[in-house]
């Protein structure tokens, strides 16, 4: 499955999944105490009609067993990219990983990541992890993906399940 990648006029990178146009979005947060933390990316999809679309209507669209993990990680890069070429390389990275990669890949996450930024010879970046906030209640697994993600130089964070500009940051056990 191809995903094209291209640059707009002002320099931005988008990205196409089934006619559907991805694009970046960069918004600061901060922890509980209003410590600022980083920028956190999220997704703008636009519809071929021109009408904007939730992640959860993208993710429907991925039937194929291994296409949401490959989208996921495809979004990712997208936000990389735009965020090497914009305004906000001073701060850290904070990007979401969703519940369907956390689902279908068991172990080692970050791995793959890593060898993308190792790719891009930037291994010095800033980048933390964003994990759904319904995993608060799972520490066992917070765990084993802080410890996992750790291991190839990534933070993680657990998104506040009632303020999305609020992260806690997971701390090393």
Request: proline share 6%; aromatic share 6%; hydrophobic share 45%.
């Amino acid at each position: 499955m191809e995903f094209p990648l291209w640059n707009t006029a002002d320099g931005e990178v988008v990205g196409e999944f089934l006619k559907v146009r991805l694009a970046s979005r960069f918004a600061p947060v901060s922890d509980a105490t209003g410590e600022p933390l980083g920028v956190l990316a999220s997704l703008h999809a636009v519809a071929p009609g021109g009408e904007p679309i939730g992640g959860e209507v993208l993710s429907r669209l991925t039937g194929v067993s291994e296409t949401p993990v490959v989208l996921d990680r495809f979004i990712r890069c997208l936000h990389l990219l735009n965020y090497l070429h914009g305004q906000h390389q001073d701060k850290i990275l904070l990007l979401p990983v969703s519940v369907a990669l956390l689902e279908r890949v068991s172990q080692d996450h970050g791995r793959v990541f890593r060898q993308i930024v190792d790719q891009l010879a930037m291994p010095e970046l800033q980048i933390g992890f964003v994990l759904p906030a319904d995993y608060a209640q799972q520490p066992d697994r917070l765990q084993a993906l802080q410890q996992s993600y750790a291991r190839h130089g990534f933070a993680t964070y657990v998104a506040s399940a009632d303020d999305e500009s609020i992260l806690h940051r997971l701390k090393a056990a």
